[in-house]
């Protein structure tokens, strides 16, 4: 049997209006920006921006912004595509699928779950450094112990080490739960949040532009260097080096925007709708982005947010209460609060991303069916949803922000690389498919696509290389001793 095998994308399609009879379709184009925006402004934002400013580029973390989003707008354009002419749950995964064979296809399946279950756990552990700020500034109770809000492979500058990362495990359950109730209620809820995560990102620009201390800002390009933090991790700093690490770290910022398409099963008019739904939400969160990435550095020094007990943690709360008079004490309280709620929308989103890629796969027997059982009355995938929250749990317990921060990013830019090398090949096969949106100046775009997600790849260095490689090792091994003995496309082929 061939490991190239791909599925028809007349079978696709047909699949798709089989498929209408399970999951509701109740999502429009607004609720899709929603949901984008939803998913697109959370811990990239709040918590890996100061980071990549420590331990990258200081100030010019905005050009590492401005490069990411070339990138994800180059995968924009090919995502548009590809999910206006196959309107299908399971993203990337199903547009490899139809283009480039099954064994490509399983890679890509097993690749995402590196951006939604691995992403969910990364927002789950920025969750928990701003829960712990909500508990000292607004219930007045102490922090949690540093123990219990870490992974064992942390430790304070004063030599505590981290044992498991309890609010980190809390938020994914309570949101697992949650999600099995159903997409509807959830898109509800999303639509509330979005408003207000806009509106105090658009806050903290406008007040705190007045607050920014130019002498944060020079040189705004640090000449390279390197970087060593308290627990002996060494970074590019600085120059080219430092941008590109910037670019790969806040790269995490943007990841969502594809979600959406992840999403088209349960939207109506999907044609139209995806394409919107995926660039609009990009747009609007780009420039949000470079504005506030330019206020933030602007409130603080580098070394505070190079110092885990100033603004190591919690980033924006301390540059707010560090950088502006005692009066905006108001606004280091909403942000508390919104960011609390709004990194919950991003990680619903992310774990339905992930709920639906595994739906769609289980449907394709490369993973077990217990994945596509629809729950009888919430009509959601809910015992795969109970599998997943113990997946994103482990890694929200056990592992540290920065490291599964990095790894989502890494896998999310491998999953671009290859959605824009899909829109040639589909060109290429499928000329006469009918496509409502066309990503323009193909090749062009899509090979500048490659090339930028590329350099942010390279940008963040050998050991997130290794770690994508070692994750793409496990799923080789597990295609081959459980997938492709269960291809449903596979048997059909034996049997043909
Ligand atoms: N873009 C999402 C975030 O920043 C994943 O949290």
Redesign the pocket.
């Known amino acids: 049997m061939s490991l190239f095998l791909k599925k028809s994308i007349s079978e696709l399609l047909a699949d798709s209006s089989e498929s209408e009879k399970s999951l509701k379709r109740t999502l429009s184009a607004g609720s899709l920006v929603a949901l984008g925006i939803g998913?697109?402004?959370?811990?990239?934002?709040?918590?890996?921006t100061a980071a990549a400013a420590a331990q990258n580029a200081g100030p010019s973390v905005t050009i590492g912004f401005i490069l990411a989003a070339f990138g994800c707008a180059l995968a924009g354009l090919c995502y548009a595509e590809l999910s206006s002419s196959i309107p299908i749950s399971g993203s990337a995964y199903t547009y490899t699928y139809a283009t480039m064979g099954e064994f490509m296809a399983w890679i890509i399946g097993w690749d995402l779950i590196l951006e939604y279950a691995v992403?969910a756990a990364?927002?789950g552990i920025?969750w928990s450094e701003y829960l712990n700020n909500f508990l000292v500034e607004i219930i007045g109770t102490g922090p949690i112990p540093y123990e219990w809000c870490h992974s064992p492979f942390q430790t304070s500058p004063d030599g505590v080490s981290g044992i498991l990362n309890i609010p980190a495990l809390f938020i994914v359950s309570i949101l697992s739960l949650l999600l099995i109730r159903g997409t509807q209620e959830s898109a509800f809820v999303n639509n509330i949040i979005v408003i207000v995560k806009v509106a105090i990102v658009v806050m903290i620009i406008i007040l705190g532009w007045g607050y920014i201390n130019p002498s944060y800002h020079t040189p705004y390009i640090p000449e390279a260097t390197t970087y060593t933090d308290h627990q002996g991790i060494t970074y590019n700093f600085g120059g080219i080096m430092g941008i590109l690490g910037a670019a790969g770290t806040v790269f995490?910022?943007?990841?969502?925007f594809d979600a959406v398409s992840t999403a088209a099963q349960e939207t109506k008019n999907p044609k139209t709708a995806m394409p919107i739904g995926i660039l609009g939400s990009l747009a609007v969160?780009t420039v949000l982005y470079i504005l506030f990435a330019h206020v933030l550095t602007g409130l603080a020094p580098l070394e505070f947010f190079r110092d885990p007990t100033k603004g190591g943690e919690a980033s924006v709360v301390a540059a707010i209460k560090e950088g502006m008079p005692a009066t905006y004490s108001w606004l280091s309280k909403s942000v508390t609060v919104a960011i609390l709620a709004g990194?919950s929308s991003?990680i619903l989103v992310?774990l339905l991303g992930q709920s639906r890629v595994f739906y769609t796969m289980s449907k394709d027997g490369l993973i077990p069916p217990v994945f596509s059982k629809l729950h009888p009355k919430f009509k959601t995938p809910y015992k795969g949803n109970l599998v997943i929250l113990v997946l994103v749990g482990v890694f929200a317990a056990f592992v540290p922000g920065d490291v599964v921060g990095h790894m989502?990013s890494i896998g999310t830019l491998f999953a671009f690389m290859l959605v824009c090398a899909a829109v040639i090949i589909l060109r290429k096969t499928n000329p006469e498919l009918p496509r409502e949106f066309k990503t323009p100046w193909v090749p062009f775009i899509p090979i500048l696509g490659i090339l930028a997600c590329g350099a942010m790849i390279f940008g963040l260095g050998w050991e997130n290389w290794l770690r994508l490689f070692v994750w793409l090792a496990i799923g080789f091994v597990i295609y081959f001793a459980y997938s492709r003995k269960h291809s449903v496309l596979g048997k059909k082929e034996n049997k043909g």
């Open positions: 998913a697109i402004i959370g811990a990239g934002l709040f918590v890996r992403g990364t927002v920025a995490f910022a943007f990841i969502g969160c990194f991003v992310m989502t």
